[in-house]
């Protein structure tokens, strides 16, 4: 069985069977005791609610992706930096479930099965190309982000909100330079990546094509 067992979910609970993850870090973020999303308008509450999910499961999928198996294929020094990272996703994937326990429940319907095996394609046969997919999801999660953190946008609204989820932007474009070098320090080409990247952002937008809508609304558009 693959480490990455699709769980039989609602939308709010784990893509992942946790228990099969390698090495689960411990969270490192303090989560706020405010409301994070006071202040965010009852129709972006559920754009947010319905977007969240696929974001839990990439988090969920990256604590993985950067430790077991890719860490023991490793120099020591780069495996450190990978837990590292690991130990952000860890954080990430803490934040959001903070976030989901104050929404309403995700309207649109997701296949956690699909999501899974969306994730688990990042996986690849050498560590250099392995973590070139990882760094190229990051990539295009940060394109993703990035309108939906505009000042001004709906999510601005929310600004306890707003501010954590700029925070988790800013870790995931460190990961993606992080991981890129690394993958380059073993022979992976810039041209290679480039190539990755375009992929990883189209697949990224065929999967969250069920969503499209809420983003447009949550980009204020």
Known sequence: ??????????????????????????????????????????????????????????????????????QSALPADAAQVLQRIADDEQGHADLIAAIQAELPAAQTSISPLRLAQFFRRIEAATPAEHLARVAALDW?????????????????????????????????????????GLAQQMGFSATQQTAINLDMQQRLQRLMQPVHAALQRLRGQ
């Open 1 to 70: 069985m693959h480490p990455l067992q699709p769980a039989t979910v609602a939308a709010k609970t784990s893509c992942f069977n946790r228990a099969a993850i390698d090495s689960t870090p411990e969270p490192h973020y303090t989560l706020q005791p405010a409301r994070l999303t006071q202040g965010l308008a009852e129709q972006h509450r559920q754009d947010l609610a319905d977007v969240l999910p696929y974001l839990a499961c990439g988090e969920e999928s990256a604590v993985y992706a950067f430790t077991g198996r890719l």
């Open 140 to 180: 295009a999660v940060c394109k993703l982000l990035q309108p939906l953190l505009r000042i001004g946008g709906p999510v601005s609204q929310a600004p306890l909100l707003h501010s954590a989820m700029c925070d988790l932007r800013q870790d995931e474009a460190r990961h993606v330079r992080l991981a890129r």
